[in-house]
């Protein structure tokens, strides 16, 4: 199974946010574990770094390593800055991006039954649609599944625009 699209908002300041919302059987600490401890995220993204101990206001050194499976390269590393982290619950970064319009993604991660919902949003800069983003996060979303499930990553052609 993969990630539905994203659902689309429009935020108070009139920008419009991409939202992805996944449900994990795994425990909010597991789930929370895996998007921000920098050996649990390379599995399904890439990692980080920091010659401090991260924190709000501060940067980590981020390696994308997930394109690999895709085709791609590793990406030179990108500083990130941290901008919100409230532990096992919301992780808000901001990532530079080629055209100096840097990515804002929010991570809230929530109890739901036994397991977790991960609600994973991006503010999408001018001139970005949601189709621009939309397969790259679903299947990194469900690469984030199969490395909470142990089970082997998807396929990148599956999500691949035609």
Known sequence: MTTPPADTRTD??????????????DPVEDVWAAITESER????IGTWTSETEPRVGGTVSFTLTGEV???GEVDEP????????????HLRVEFP????????????????????VLVFAQRL???MKVE???AGWRWYLDRLGASLAGTPMPDWSAYAPA
């Open 12 to 25: 108070p300041d009139g920008t419009t946010t991409a939202v992805w919302r996944r449900e994990y059987p």
């Open 41 to 44: 995220l390379g599995r399904w």
């Open 69 to 71: 499976d895709a085709g």
């Open 78 to 89: 990108a500083d990130v800055r941290i901008l919100a982290c409230e532990p096992p619950r």
């Open 97 to 116: 991006a080629p055209d100096d319009q840097a990515w804002l993604l929010d991570l809230a991660v929530e109890p739901h039954g036994t397991g977790a």
């Open 125 to 127: 800069v001018d001139g």
């Open 132 to 134: 621009d983003v939309d």
